[in-house]
């Protein structure tokens, strides 16, 4: 009674969104395994559909913390402080105190809203983040202590999307099709992620999609606290890099990691929560968080519950950040 009740509330979100969000016979697997939404399983699965287009996503200019100067070889765990960039031109500091968050226009950053002038600074600053984020990278392949040392994977899986995204959504760590691919979240849960995307009325270049470990773990096994003790600073400094409005965590390693908690997913997903940069960073960097289930845990319980619960955590995403 309850399920066909909320079956129709499923259907109905669809229709008013024109997509079938959850789409269950286009992607779920066919040997559902138990259960654990702390620890749905990287799946290693085949290749991902992408999302349909839908409006672009809203930017806006944020200053981007500069990494690097004296030490920049150093890594985590013992990371260097990371010093803010100046705020842009006309902008103020916000949540972030003296480090220089630069608050988002009304409209969510569209180009009308923030001028000729707004454009010009907003694709500096994607440059900015984009050479950041290389830098980033290049420092994490050569320096991470969990990804230099592990074994059995092939590829890094960095992350990827837009570096003036509004939305960021943290995973697990990649999959197989992940590691063969060194791109995050493109087999059966990527493809669920992405319908998820394309439901928010976004396309996944507007998004950026990254992983608590930027390695796969053997047999897609639950990443180890020592691993995200060495691979998580880097997540760390992404973020810093991003300055999202809004972080998405996917099940129960990046909701621990981003808001530092024991507490499962079950009783977390769909309530705010706040991640802070940490010390170290040097930022006085604050970001909505909403955490959720993990598409692979979705794609496991495929229920009209699960799918609604998640309807309603990105709901309260949209809303967020289109206020
Ligand atoms: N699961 C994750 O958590 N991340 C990926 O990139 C793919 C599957």
Known sequence: MQESRLAAQQRAMDRAFGVDLLDHARCVERTPAPGNPDRPGASGVPASASASPAAPGSLAPRPVPVLGGAGSESAPPKPRPLAPLGAAPGSSTSSSGGSGVAPRSSAGGSSEAIGIGGIGRRLELQGERLSLLEALRERHAAACPHCTRATGHTNLVFGEGSPNADLVFVGEAPGETEDQTGRPFVGKAGQKLDEMIAAMKLRREDVYIANVLKSRPPNNRTPLQTEVDGCGPYLIEQLCILRPR???TLGGPATKLLLATEVGI???????????????????????????????????????????????????VMARINA
């Open 246 to 248: 809004v972080i998405v």
């Open 266 to 316: 079950t009783r977390l997903r769909g309530t705010w929560g706040a991640w802070q940069a940490p010390a170290w960073t040097g930022l006085d960097l604050s970001v909505p968080v909403m955490p959720t289930y993990h598409p692979a845990y979705l794609l496991r319980n495929y229920t009209a519950q699960t799918r609604g619960e998640v309807w309603a955590d990105l709901q309260a």
